[in-house]
């Protein structure tokens, strides 16, 4: 067959063709049943014809594929420092400020690990658009740096997405009535030591405690866990080119989320996981492969989902967004020595309290991000915590996640998620400098072992 990448190549020219019943390979390469071993003139000719469209087809399909395969090596591909610059330079929040002038979507491929529930497109910047865009990109950085980052700044596509989210009853929101928007860094620090527990699933409420949870749920609870340096990896597409994967690794315990790999990554990414908090999606979708995927082995392991903000749990176990439950109870029974917990829907709630009482806006009545639940995570198990691309370095496109294809400026500065709220809340508990953000993308947060608050 006429392919350099064979496996994909063939698949989907054979796939394609096989789609039209009337037109496939077999049939037309090959005489048609019935006929002779000597066809008469007419039927040569015909068979001649049909067999060039064919071959022209599959020429076709094959540059029209070796095009997108191209592309998706790109990630590979290690470009000079100055191209490097350009590239990240232009592409650089283009959409978070431009918003309205989208052309081609950029992604390739479907988002896999949708933790925004909707599909978006990237919107390729042109040459005008390009140099606006640059001069607001830093300018939005380096507002979000220093603290003073607000949703009027953001592109009109994200503001409108944060206003038709607000309206969102899903989850049953509550808003607060009170609201202490100027806590002192040690205020919010010592108010979250006190408030915000992790808590997970134990089996001693219902209906989990009818189920026999009591007895599933691992003996050593999270709690239990800790740990000095920590350090929370972000999936964030500006990992890539970081070179941060040798610091990453001389960390006592590495957080991750969801599907995030390390093979092949390693240089930018490191190759230690000591956490991985995934959501629901990831162990009932058939193509995350929960129970299979070397990803999830060797690891503790957090899942959540997100409940109603009321947090009956007995509406959550009989209508879960995805269903985590059997999976959680299947692998609990297979593997009973990995450690493996569910995140209860009152540390998520909790953490949204925590983020709506320091804001000054409303923010989505959706749960906060893997993200923001896995730095507040370490925070409780680690001394210190470094938390890497949170905060985007310059290093920040609008690409979503390091190991994918899929952009969106939605996924740094939130759409369901109130993500940009989180991340403001963060910029403000940073014991860090801004230097370490601008190029590591990096803040350094006390964990609540070492915050002492007077009672
Ligand atoms: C977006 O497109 C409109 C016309 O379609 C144009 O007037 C406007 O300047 C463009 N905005 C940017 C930021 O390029
Ligand atoms: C491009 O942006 C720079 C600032 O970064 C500005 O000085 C320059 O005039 C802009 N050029 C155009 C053609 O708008
Ligand atoms: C906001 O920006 C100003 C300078 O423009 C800076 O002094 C200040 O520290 C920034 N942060 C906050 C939280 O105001
Ligand atoms: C949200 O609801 C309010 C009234 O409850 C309405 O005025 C507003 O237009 C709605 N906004 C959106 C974006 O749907
Ligand atoms: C991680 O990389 C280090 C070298 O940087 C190597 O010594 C170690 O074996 C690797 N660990 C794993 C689990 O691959
Ligand atoms: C919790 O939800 C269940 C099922 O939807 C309902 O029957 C029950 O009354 C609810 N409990 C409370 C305390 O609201
Ligand atoms: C948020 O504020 C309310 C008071 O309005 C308080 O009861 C609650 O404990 C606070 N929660 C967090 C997590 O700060």
Known sequence: MLCFHKNKCSQLNVQKLHRNPDFTLTRVLLPPQGLTSEPSYLNMTVLRTYTLAVVWLILILFLVNHFLDHKSTLPHHTPSAPEVRLRTKTRILTSVVQGRNRTSPRSLRPVQVAEEKQKRNDHRPNDRSKNFSQTWSSKVLEKL???????????????????????STKHEVVYPVLRTVHRSKVQLYCDMK????????DGTEEPFSSLGWDQLVPLQTVQDLHYQKCAVVMSAGSMLRSALGREIDSHDAVLRFNAAPTVGFETDVGNKTTIRIINS???SKRKHQFSSSPLYEGVTL????????SLN??????????????????????????????LHPQFIWTLWDLIQNNTEDQIQPNPPSSGFMGILLMMSLCRDVSVYEFLPSTRHTSRCH??????????????????????????????????????????????????????
């Not at 952009?407 to 963060?426: I, M, N, Q, R, W």
């Open 145 to 167: 740096w220093t603290g003073n980052l607000t949703v009027g700044m953001l592109s009109p596509h994200l503001k409108n997405i944060r206003r038709s989210y607000l309206n």
């Open 194 to 201: 006190s408030r915000t527990k992790v808590r997970t699933v």
């Open 281 to 283: 999606q990831i162990v």
């Open 302 to 309: 957090l899942v959540w989902d997100p409940a109603s903000y």
């Open 313 to 342: 749990l007995t509406k959550w176990f009989q209508k879960p967004d995805f269903n985590l439950f059997s999976a959680y109870e299947r692998r609990r029974i297979q593997r009973p020595e990995q450690p493996f917990y569910v």
């Open 402 to 455: 390091y190991y994918e294809r899929n952009f969106d400026s939605a996924c740094t500065f939130g759409a369901y998620h109130p993500l940009l709220y989180e991340k403001l809340l963060v910029q403000r508990l940073n014991e860090g400098n801004v230097d370490e953000l601008r190029t590591k993308g990096k803040v350094r947060l006390r964990g609540f072992s070492a915050v002492q608050c007077e009672t």
